[in-house]
């Protein structure tokens, strides 16, 4: 093929590529190799100007073309990683990455590069160490900064990743995406006004960004400004119904706002594009919850559990709509499962100590709400569940003081003054008994606290 203005050097091509030119570039390497057609650096810069024209597919046959003729090319093979990485085959990518730092140790880029496919197959913590030596070669590295930051982000170093973003707006103060991550990392820091800030000046420099206005309308939720998240929401989902996160976090938000349909209908919709999503599980399965169908909601926590076994929370909730079920056995199985690789966390222990509870094993609830109080002192669940375990068992005193903490973290929960009104009335304070009794009427499920026994459950 000779090139659009007559035939040119191997130079005046890679001239035109560096420019930016590249059909002049493509036609020129082309040109040069119908001439010498194992001239292996020119494949490879054949299969860049076609990686970069977004042609994949030939520039992939172009740079394994580079390797057949210099199987030693550091730059051939970090290049083919980089094709393969846009082609969505982190794994493929990342075997050839590995070749080009080991045949390059000093090449900067190639770790950068090896990192992205780190992170794209979900090894973040690998990811960071990839970045991190990419960045002693070349310390003010725009590219390993950011990836090092996103890394960050998938480990929940929120204080770091912002550090990281920091690092490149310093260098390049125009990054929009480096300020929609700062504000990510902001909003799990609980810095709302400056996330939304970031996310502001992310959309002045792109404007429209559907993720960046995800996540200002995520923001805007967290700060309690439901309507004008709604309407962001309401927005994103006009244009592109089918977006994952704007659904995800939009249900979040009508459950919160007790609207529970209506979260189900959005966790639902993206069920039906990939039924393995596990947020979408999760949160479809928490919502049932709360709308007592534990049934239904178990179905959601076992289908998770199966795809992220080790997450806590699943496990969490997975055992408590077993104990709604009275299925009190699993329910403990479910729990201990998850206790096995977080044994310190306050939301399993005090499902273990339900299940415990429902099987009339009641010191050994007390013990794993306990637990779970010494982990996490404010607790509220703990604090009550404990309260009724020592009403249980005679313990009134002890209780009173247990639901007192309970009232400091949550001073009218009707639930608790519900508890504390029955446990005056039971040791004949009446009182003291009728002055909280009345929270019964908003009480969230039941008139009365229920007790756990190991009698059978009566089914008519």
Same mark, same amino acid.
Request: aromatic share 6%; proline share 5%.
């Given at each position: 093929?000779?090139?659009?203005?007559?035939?040119?050097?191997?130079?005046?091509?890679?001239?035109?590529?560096?420019?930016?030119?590249?059909?002049?570039?493509?036609?020129?390497?082309?040109?040069?190799?119908?001439?010498?057609?194992?001239?292996?650096?020119?494949?490879?810069?054949?299969?860049?100007?076609?990686?970069?024209?977004?042609?994949?597919?030939?520039?992939?046959?172009?740079?394994?073309?580079?390797?057949?003729?210099?199987?030693?090319?550091?730059?051939?093979?970090?290049?083919?990683?980089?094709?393969?990485?846009?082609?969505?085959?982190?794994?493929?990518?990342?075997?050839?990455?590995?070749?080009?730092?080991?045949?390059?140790?000093?090449?900067?880029? %190639?770790?950068?590069? $090896? *990192? #992205? /496919? =780190?992170?794209? !197959? &979900? @090894?973040?913590?690998? +990811?960071?160490?990839?970045?991190?030596?990419?960045?002693?070669?070349?310390?003010?590295?725009?590219?390993?900064?950011?990836?090092?930051?996103?890394?960050?982000?998938?480990?929940?170093?929120?204080?770091?990743?912002?550090?990281?973003?920091?690092?490149?707006?310093?260098?390049?103060?125009?990054?929009?995406? %480096?300020?929609?991550? $700062? *504000? #990510? /990392? =902001?909003?799990? !820091? &609980? @810095?709302?006004?400056? +996330?939304?800030?970031?996310?502001?000046?992310?959309?002045?420099?792109?404007?429209?960004?559907?993720?960046?206005?995800?996540?200002?309308?995520?923001?805007?939720?967290?700060?309690?400004?439901?309507?004008?998240?709604?309407?962001?929401?309401?927005?994103?989902?006009?244009?592109?119904?089918?977006?994952?996160? %704007?659904?995800?976090? $939009? *249900?979040?938000? =009508?459950?919160?706002?007790?609207?529970?349909?209506? +979260?189900?209908?959005?966790?639902?919709?993206?069920?039906?594009?990939?039924?393995?999503?596990?947020?979408?599980?999760?949160?479809?399965?928490?919502?049932?919850?709360?709308?007592?169908?534990?049934?239904?909601?178990?179905?959601?926590?076992?289908?998770?559990?199966?795809?992220?076994?080790?997450?806590?929370?699943?496990?969490?909730?997975?055992?408590?709509? =077993?104990?709604?079920?009275?299925?009190?056995?699993? +329910?403990?199985?479910?729990?201990?499962?998850?206790?096995?690789?977080?044994?310190?966390?306050?939301?399993?222990?005090?499902?273990?100590?339900?299940?415990?509870?429902?099987?009339?094993?009641?010191?050994?609830?007390?013990?794993?709400?306990?637990?779970?109080?010494?982990?996490?002192?404010?607790?509220?669940?703990?604090?009550?569940?404990?309260?009724?375990?020592?009403?249980?068992?005679?313990?009134?005193?002890?209780?009173?003081?247990?639901?007192?903490?309970?009232?400091?973290?949550?001073?009218?929960?009707?639930?608790?003054?519900?508890?504390?009104?029955?446990?005056?009335?039971?040791?004949?304070?009446?009182?003291?008994?009728?002055?909280?009794?009345?929270?019964?009427?908003?009480?969230?499920?039941?008139?009365?606290?229920?007790?756990?026994?190991?009698?059978?459950?009566?089914?008519?």
């Amino acid at each position: 093929m000779t090139p659009p203005n007559g035939p040119v050097s191997l130079d005046d091509a890679l001239a035109a590529h560096t420019a930016g030119d590249l059909a002049t570039a493509i036609a020129g390497y082309r040109y040069f190799l119908a001439t010498d057609p194992n001239h292996a650096e020119t494949h490879r810069l054949l299969g860049l100007a076609l990686y970069q024209g977004h042609a994949l597919a030939d520039a992939r046959d172009e740079l394994e073309r580079a390797i057949s003729l210099a199987p030693t090319s550091a730059a051939a093979a970090s290049d083919l990683g980089l094709v393969l990485l846009a082609a969505k085959l982190p794994e493929d990518a990342l075997l050839h990455l590995e070749t080009a730092v080991t045949l390059a140790p000093g090449f900067a880029e %190639a770790w950068v590069r $090896r *990192g #992205s /496919a =780190l992170l794209a !197959l &979900n @090894r973040p913590g690998d +990811a960071v160490t990839s970045f991190e030596t990419a960045l002693e070669l070349t310390p003010n590295d725009i590219e390993a900064i950011f990836n090092l930051g996103c890394a960050l982000l998938a480990l929940k170093q929120w204080m770091e990743a912002r550090d990281c973003f920091d690092a490149v707006l310093s260098l390049f103060h125009d990054h929009a995406a %480096a300020w929609n991550n $700062r *504000g #990510s /990392a =902001l909003l799990h !820091l &609980n @810095r709302h006004t400056a +996330a939304l800030d970031s996310f502001d000046t992310s959309l002045a420099l792109r404007p429209g960004h559907i993720e960046t206005q995800v996540n200002r309308a995520t923001t805007l939720a967290a700060m309690n400004r439901d309507s004008e998240a709604l309407a962001v929401f309401a927005r994103i989902l006009s244009t592109s119904p089918e977006h994952r996160n %704007a659904r995800l976090n $939009r *249900g979040r938000l =009508l459950l919160r706002q007790g609207h529970p349909e209506a +979260a189900l209908d959005d966790f639902s919709t993206i069920l039906k594009a990939d039924p393995d999503d596990v947020d979408a599980l999760y949160n479809r399965a928490t919502t049932r919850l709360s709308m007592s169908l534990p049934a239904d909601a178990l179905a959601d926590f076992d289908r998770a559990a199966m795809l992220a076994p080790s997450a806590p929370d699943i496990r969490e909730n997975q055992a408590r709509a =077993l104990v709604e079920m009275a299925r009190f056995e699993q +329910a403990l199985n479910a729990a201990e499962i998850g206790l096995v690789t977080t044994p310190a966390h306050p939301g399993l222990l005090n499902a273990a100590g339900l299940a415990y509870a429902g099987l009339g094993r009641l010191t050994e609830a007390l013990a794993a709400h306990d637990a779970a109080i010494a982990v996490a002192p404010g607790n509220l669940d703990a604090l009550h569940n404990r309260g009724l375990i020592l009403d249980d068992l005679g313990r009134t005193e002890e209780a009173l003081d247990a639901y007192a903490a309970a009232l400091d973290a949550s001073p009218n929960n009707p639930d608790i003054r519900t508890c504390v009104a029955l446990a005056h009335l039971m040791r004949g304070d009446f009182t003291e008994g009728w002055v909280d009794f009345a929270a019964r009427h908003h009480r969230s499920h039941h008139a009365v606290p229920e007790r756990h026994s190991n009698l059978p459950v009566w089914d008519g």
